[in-house]
């Protein structure tokens, strides 16, 4: 067969008409120069410089997945749709600040819990100094009913907690200002205090999570986090709603009557680790320990929370770690990951060693440093037409895109235990500091051995199943904008 002679068409046309099964006079350069663009962004990724700037306007989603079982709406803090006066957002640098406060109390739960059972007495009350600003800057809020008559209050949930409790009347010690009116326990006819002989006061220490004491009959409560935040308060059972149809009645939690530290606009946490006083251990029977949540990937948009009801169909499981039940923390094992298709040349060791938790709290993920260099290297060269800027902050890999209206990253993925690979959304690859400066979306721990933390960042738009009563997590594509 003679060549073409076509003077449009390219003596490597015939390559790709091997590869497709078409016939090479049907391509011309420009189609073939668009073709090479195509397959050079399989492994690439689209974000528009626009989509730094979050919109205004709220865009409710309404996800199918968001009907299975029970489903609390999942907004912003600082966000249009949460529907409570606006607070101040903090600046970028503070929220990456109080990121590594949060680390940090990740770090030290999981190496020295049983240290912080000194004596309830021996508590300290100092306010950190910049008290005002809420815990972290990637709390996710949904509203829940308490009391009877119910009254409805905006609760940051957290997966690396356990203890749920709210502000209550008549804040004995100290309430931080919160959108709602707090709690009043004498108005409410299914409110009833736990006594220090309860079995539910035990839970408290075998939670890993805080710490109780007595002031008789009452059993007392204190949990402090990383920053030195800390509430105090009386440990009670009352009736808890999700829904109009969906009611836990004498649910555990702590009335809190001295909430300092970096706390601000909302009025407590549901604590979902996985422990018997957490919402997940309360509600065993009811939910079977299963609950899914997903994260938006703009604060302009919503998620959801669900609980209990079906596993989705395109979910991939990997197991838990036998350390969670230990640590009261979701424990995973990453066992590589890949930047543009290509794993990263790291030993298997440094990920084992380093032991992995998820977490909702946490805004960046958190990598062994030998393993992050390797992932900087990578995503670098691929990034080499854009524009470098100094590193902010946590990160030390950032580009300016003034003058562009989208750019191209590299695709990410995280692989676990089981042969699981998720893939990060290209949100979760790069985090806007500025209008005009983003940065590659993880940083390094101080060792090696220090446990690396998947975050909230990387988990967005993603649904992401925790199926505690079956010991394993799993991860479903695209299940919210």
Not at 131 to 146: A, E, P, Q, R
Not at 167 to 194: A, W
Not at 373 to 402: E, I, W
């Amino acid at each position: 067969m003679a060549t073409p002679t076509n003077s449009n068409v390219s003596p490597t046309c015939f390559l790709y008409a091997s590869l497709l099964l078409v016939l090479c006079p049907f391509f011309t350069l420009k189609k073939i120069d668009a073709l090479e663009g195509n397959l050079k962004n399989l492994h690439f990724d689209e974000l528009k410089v626009s989509s730094f700037v979050p919109s205004p306007v709220c865009n409710r989603f309404s996800s199918k997945a968001g009907r299975k079982g029970s489903s609390l709406e999942v907004v912003h803090r600082y966000g249009p749709c949460n529907g409570q006066e606006a607070v101040e957002s903090p600046s970028e640098a503070d929220i990456f600040l109080q990121d590594q406060q949060r680390v940090n109390f990740l770090h030290n739960q999981y190496s020295f819990s049983r240290r912080d059972h000194a004596t309830f007495l021996d508590m300290k009350t100092t306010v950190p100094a910049k008290s005002g600003k809420t815990i972290g800057g990637g709390n996710y809020i949904v509203t829940v009913g308490l009391g009877t008559p119910t009254k409805q209050y905006s609760l940051v949930f957290d997966t690396g907690s356990s203890i749920a409790w709210t502000q209550c009347e008549p804040c004995l010690g100290y309430c931080y200002p919160q959108q709602e009116p707090k709690f009043d326990p004498t108005k409410s006819t299914s409110y009833k205090n736990v006594t220090c002989s309860s079995p539910s006061c035990s839970l408290i220490t075998e939670s890993r999570s805080g710490v109780r004491g007595c002031s008789s009959p009452t059993c007392l409560y204190r949990v402090r986090y990383g920053d030195q935040s800390f509430t105090v308060g009386f440990l009670a059972t009352e009736k808890l709603t999700i829904s109009s149809s969906d009611v836990i009645d004498n649910f555990v939690f702590g009335c809190g009557q001295n909430n300092r530290g970096l706390f601000r606009g909302f009025a407590g946490l549901l604590g979902l680790g996985p422990s018997k006083i957490s919402f997940v251990g309360q509600t065993a029977t009811k939910y079977k320990q299963l609950f899914s949540y997903c994260l938006p990937s703009s604060p302009s948009s919503t998620g959801f929370l669900n609980f209990g009801g079906q596993v989705s169909s395109t979910a991939k499981f990997t197991p838990l770690s036998a350390l969670s039940q230990r640590y009261s923390l979701y424990f995973l094992d990453i066992t590589g990951i890949s930047v543009d298709g290509q794993l990263l040349p790291v030993n298997s060791s440094v990920y084992s060693n380093a032991k992995t938790v998820i977490d909702s709290g946490t805004v960046i993920s958190r990598l062994p440093p030998s393993v992050y260099s390797k992932l900087s290297s990578a995503f670098q060269s691929l990034m080499t037409k854009y524009p470098k800027t100094n590193g902010v902050s946590l990160f030390d890999t950032c580009y300016d895109f003034t003058g562009y209206r989208s750019f191209y990253v590299p695709k990410i993925s995280v692989f676990f235990k089981g042969g699981v690979e998720v893939n990060i959304p290209p949100t979760g690859v790069m985090i806007p500091y500025n209008e005009k400066t983003a940065c590659l979306a993880f940083a390094a721990n101080g060792d090696d051995t220090d446990i690396s933390i998947f975050g909230n960042t990387q988990q967005q738009t993603l649904e992401v199943i925790h199926d505690v009563g079956n010991g394993r997590v799993g991860f479903a594509p695209g299940a919210c904008p």
